[in-house]
């Protein structure tokens, strides 16, 4: 939905749409709860752990600093009206939601009992787990201590919720070790909901928690293998992919509009969708994760069709084609990807080989010793981008990256700055042939070399590093800890298990969420088996 109402700032903003039958809580995703709550009627904005860091308002406020929360509760009008305020959340109109049954709308307009059991079940929601023998007289001498000032049913509760959503039990996660077993239960449920949903349990895991269904790493994979089905996972796995190709934040893809009149801002948004359609097929149709570096299909709708060269009508929806005689190499050659790691005029090698290096292989690059500016084709007129790259990165302090970056990056030389495949690019004015050759040298030791972007799609698809790295990295976007915390060998129980399920994305996300939803195991102990 593109929100114009600031001509000179437009936002998108990205909405996944549910079912209100579908028997999940009022709130599907915990931060919008958190903020939803807090920014209407609450005066203690905090921060949850899984918050994105620095997250911001249209004017630049910080959402927990006291300006914003100020300027929400006082309906300051000064914000532009392209943001989205925050709306005022009457308590009537949250209760009016299937969050709560038809008895308990009911009790709560009758008398304070009724209250406390709506207090009670916000409560249980906000901490994950039933509210305990101590917390409830708290709950209660709260609630009291707001109807004795006076104050009505909804500002008790709206104060009285406030104190909940401060307190750490909401704030924080149980860890998975504690020593209660049956708050272990609902530590566990909690892992699992928010590594997979960023969203607080649905009623079917608390349910197998309070019944003891959550002990054995089976237990969890059934949950998970359940949970993965939920449209929210679907959210998750797309916004890490996004992160993991370092296109989570929507750069800004501008090109020089004498070289490319073409590539216009609608251009750019159809690529976003069309990286974003290729993910999603790869993923939850296949599952394959070689064929993220294989797959020679492209999405395109009758604008890219036009652009890129293929036979479409001008208003043809989606539809996955085979680009350029089956040259392409998933991920690794879709146009918005090699759009994004380009110069205005001009491909990128450097950065196309540090995205290779450090994303899809998991390499370690130090910055550079110094701040250098790029040799520009017109400064050196008679060199391709090859040579000029080579020749500016060819002195011993730059080589220690380099040495990996360089050739990474020539592999995609194939690929100018739109994502065009070419064979040759224009250099003084003649036409000079394109050096698509490269090579690696894997952390192993091993050496692989390759002419062009279907070649190094393999050598990526079958290397160990990448498995590796991108293990890592599917576990990090879920988990938000890094995978080793769950012991120096966890990194490669999961490579292996998702070599054996054939390198099945779906069935890694499984078996991260098993992992990491069992305590992590102490220094030293010995490795347990993968879990079933």
Known sequence: IEITGDPDHPQTVEFLL????????????????YYEYAAGFFSNQRTLPLDP???????????????????????????????????????????????????????????????????????????????????????????????????????????TAEMIFASAAARTLLP????????????????????????????ALLEAAAAGRLVTPADVRREAERMVADPRTRAKVRDLLFAWLRVDLGPEVVKDATLHPDFTPE??????????????????????????????????????????????PADAAFTALRLDDGARAGVLTHPYLLSVLAYPAASSPIHRGVFLARSVLGNVLSPPPEAVVPLAADEAPGLTTRERVTAQTAAAACQSCHAVI??????????????????SETVGGAERSVDASGSYTSRAGGSA????????????ASSRDAQEAF????????????????????????????EEDGFDVRRLVVDIMVTAALPPRTAGAAAPPVPP
């Open 471 to 498: 293990v890592q990295a599917v576990f990090h976007g879920l988990v938000k800890q890094p995978v080793r915390a769950w012991g120096p060998d966890a990194l490669d129980r999961l490579r292996i298990r998702f």
């Open 406 to 423: 360089n050739p990474l990056g020539f592999a995609l030389e194939e690929f100018d700055a739109v994502g065009r495949r070419r064979g």
């Open 53 to 159: 860091p620095n997250a911001q308002d249209a004017r630049g406020f910080p959402v927990d600093s006291p300006e914003f929360i100020a300027a929400v509760k006082a309906k300051d009008t000064s914000y532009p009206a392209s943001w989205l305020q925050f709306q005022k959340y009457e308590i009537e109109t949250f209760y009016r939601h299937q969050w709560l049954t038809p008895e308990e709308r009911a009790a709560l307009s009758a008398d304070d009992s009724g209250a406390m059991a709506v207090v009670r079940k916000l409560a249980a929601a906000a901490f994950r787990r039933p509210v305990s023998a101590a917390e409830d007289p708290w709950l209660s001498s709260f609630y009291k201590q707001c109807r004795d000032e006076g104050l009505g049913l909804d500002d008790s509760i709206r104060l």
């Open 267 to 312: 251009v750019a948004a159809d690529l976003r969708t069309s990286l974003d359609l290729l993910l999603d097929d790869v993923v939850w149709r296949d599952g394959g994760f070689r064929r993220l570096f294989t797959a020679e299909e492209v999405p395109v709708n009758g604008r890219l069709a036009a652009f890129y060269g293929a036979d479409l």
């Open 449 to 460: 070399g390759f002419r062009g972007a279907r070649e190094l799609g393999l050598a990526c």
């Open 176 to 203: 998975t070790d504690v020593g209660d077993p049956a708050l272990r239960q609902y530590a566990i449920a909690a892992r699992l909901s928010f590594g997979l949903w960023d969203s607080i349990p649905d009623d």
């Open 18 to 33: 549910l079912p209100r039958d579908c028997g999940t809580p009022v709130v599907h995703n915990w931060k919008g709860l």
